[in-house]
């Protein structure tokens, strides 16, 4: 190869390298099109189970959607706000929203919605091995607990 090819052969090579580079890294800086929509979703999932669960201990207060006291569905609205993601205020118009799932297919991180009949009356999100983090009820604290009964419904923002 002459001095003249090399040269010639240098910048074509160095252009795709480049190029290569800057989509790559545009991909990392904004996270598009390398995962899957599962992916991304159990990426918000996640993060949206680490603020809830940061939230231990915090009181149960009616209508209270944080950032130091929680309703069921004040929980599950300002762990998913901070992650990322706007759900509705109410456990019932959040079930409504929601993607839903059978048993099967839940994650951590999804939602738990408790109900009697048609009437979504709690909200908790989805820890794994059948449990739940929730802001219980009056006079309690946000807990992590067994799912206690089999009127449940999953879902998914």
Not at 19 to 39: E, K, Q
Not at 77 to 97: M, N, V
Not at 129 to 144: E, I, L, N, Q, T
Request: glycine fraction near 10%; proline fraction near 6%; charge should be positive.
């Amino acid at each position: 190869m002459t001095e003249s090819a090399s040269t010639n052969a240098r910048p074509h090579q160095w252009r795709i390298r480049v190029g290569v580079v800057t989509v790559a890294t545009l991909t990392v800086l904004t996270g598009a099109g390398l995962a899957p929509p599962d992916a991304q979703a159990t990426t918000l999932q996640a993060r949206a189970l680490s603020v809830a669960a940061s939230k231990q201990g915090d009181p149960y207060r009616y209508g209270a959607s944080g950032p130091d006291s929680f309703d069921c569905s004040g929980l599950t609205f300002f762990a998913y706000r901070q992650a990322g993601a706007r759900l509705p205020r109410t456990a019932q118009a959040q079930y409504d929203s929601a993607h839903h799932l059978s048993s099967g297919e839940r994650r951590p991180g999804d939602l738990v919605f408790f109900h009697s009949g048609g009437n979504v009356y709690h909200v908790a999100i989805y820890a794994g091995s059948d449990m739940v983090w929730h802001a219980p009820h009056p006079g309690a604290r946000v807990r992590k607990e067994h799912i206690w009964t089999s009127d449940v419904w999953y879902g998914r923002p």
